[in-house]
């Protein structure tokens, strides 16, 4: 179900109106809708049961607190990336326990935070990862849970800047080395190995590369525990595609995911982990803009609005479309014209959308774009020294900033000016 309706021809986050955010916080703001989050966190949970899981939110793909609270509150784990997301996750309240600390390039002093203040298990990308792991448990006197990112060499089929498992790719251990990479691990004295790890991509439309590589994982798991090894946990990675358009082929569901988890890996006993971000945090947000002025060019005519590529880099990034709706709701039978939605930033890139039909929006007039709740804020930037966007966030009638609009002053005093100068 959709939380972001038009009501009485004026577009709603749940039962509050956007335009009243934008009145109350100004342009530009990401929003959030409280019950889209908790719903596609529960549809996961829903997915997997009756196999023993834990849905880890992958915290990159939306890391505010408040955020990260509602989730942990409904018994979430957490996918992090760097010390800093498993600070934020903490600050939210989620226990050690449930986090899981992924990623290539784990710095010892992060890892040392980390078993300090308690891990779940560190998803461990390199054989010198793994020494390095071993050695900073051994000095606090600790082992370190772990699971190997196994690298499957599958295709996900996705964008060229989000695939992660075919042996091109900078992630995870080669499969053909797995079994000799797992020996070493337990030969180390500061590891103890929990699992098998595997992330293939992002944004995937199809089951099949999914399937293809959890079949692999299934077959490792076998030879590993035939090997002597505990392997009592199989994480799966996120990556399963949302719907950016009403119009395209809707991607599988949660509960077309789980059937096929189920099928695969169902009877090896094992606790399946799931690193979900954008199915539950990309159709949750959106990004408002006011229109600043409506310009005639020769050839075209654009819209150039106060939110720009450093609010919402995806566009410029991976040329990725985002629906666009006004805040207020097209007559029916009103004209679309087709129009260039820009932003303010100096250069042509910063561009959201091109030739879109939209009905004619004047200076003033507010538009949302969808799909923005996933790597929307977190990859904004200060870029032309545009303040980061305030993030709000919506349960039912009320509504409350998450993150503050930072005052142009703050931005400044964190440079400092050396006394030679
Ligand atoms: N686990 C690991 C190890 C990951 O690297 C990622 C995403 C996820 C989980 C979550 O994947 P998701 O369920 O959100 O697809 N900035 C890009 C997406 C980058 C994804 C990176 N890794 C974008 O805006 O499309």
């Known amino acids: 179900m959709d939380h972001f309706l038009y009501r009485n021809g004026h577009l709603h986050a749940e039962d509050v109106a956007l335009s009243d955010i934008a009145a109350a916080v100004g342009t530009p703001f990401y929003c959030y809708s409280a019950a889209t989050l908790t ?8 997915a997997l049961s009756p196999l023993p899981n834990l849905v880890c939110f992958a915290v990159k793909s939306n890391s505010n607190v408040a955020v990260l609270k509602l989730l942990g509150d409904l018994g979430a784990g957490m996918d992090v990336v760097s010390i800093g997301e498993y600070l934020r996750a903490r600050a939210a309240g989620v226990p050690g326990e ?3 600390f992924s990623g290539v390039g784990k710095t010892r002093a992060e890892m040392r935070s980390a078993l300090e203040g308690g891990i779940r298990q560190f998803n461990v990308e390199s054989d010198p990862e793994l020494e390095a792991l071993s050695e900073v448990a051994t000095a606090l006197g600790v082992t370190a849970p772990i699971a190997l990112r196994v690298n499957p060499d599958v295709d996900a089929k996705t964008h060229e800047k989000i695939s992660t498992g075919r042996k091109e790719d900078k992630f995870g251990v080669p499969i053909s080395r797995a079994r000799e990479i797992y020996a070493r691990a337990a030969a180390l004295p500061g590891l103890r190995v929990v699992g098998i790890d595997m992330h293939i991509g992002s944004q995937l439309t199809d089951l099949a590369p999914f399937e293809a590589a959890y079949t692999k994982m299934a077959e490792l798991t076998r030879a590993l525990r035939a090997d002597g090894h505990t392997i009592e946990r199989l994480d799966l990675g996120g990556g399963l595609g949302i719907p950016y358009t009403r119009s395209n ?5 949660p509960v077309d995911y789980g059937a096929m988890v189920k099928r695969v890996l169902g009877d090896l006993e094992c606790e399946i982990e799931i690193e979900p971000g954008r199915l539950i945090s990309g159709n949750a947000g959106v990004l408002v803009t006011e229109v600043i002025y409506r310009k005639k060019a020769e050839e075209r005519e654009f819209l150039i609005v106060d ?3 450093n609010d919402l880099v995806r566009p410029a990034m991976y040329s990725a479309h985002h629906d666009i709706d006004p805040l207020v709701e097209a007559v029916p039978g009103e004209p679309l014209v087709p129009v260039d939605i820009v932003g303010p930033i100096c250069e042509s890139g910063d561009t959201f959308a091109k030739q879109r039909a939209l009905p ?12 923005a709740g996933a790597y929307g804020a977190v990859m904004a930037s200060e870029y032309n020294s545009r303040p980061l ?33």
């Open 39 to 46: 719903r596609h966190f529960r549809l996961f949970q829903e």
């Open 98 to 100: 449930r986090i899981v």
């Open 249 to 253: 082929d809707a991607p599988p569901l």
């Open 307 to 309: 939110a720009a590529m």
């Open 360 to 371: 004619l929006l004047q200076a003033g007039d507010r538009i949302a774009f969808r799909s």
């Open 389 to 421: 966007v305030p993030e709000v966030l919506v349960s039912g009638d009320h509504f409350a900033v998450i993150r503050k609009r930072p005052d142009y002053d703050a931005m400044i005093a964190r440079d400092t000016i050396p006394d030679w100068l």
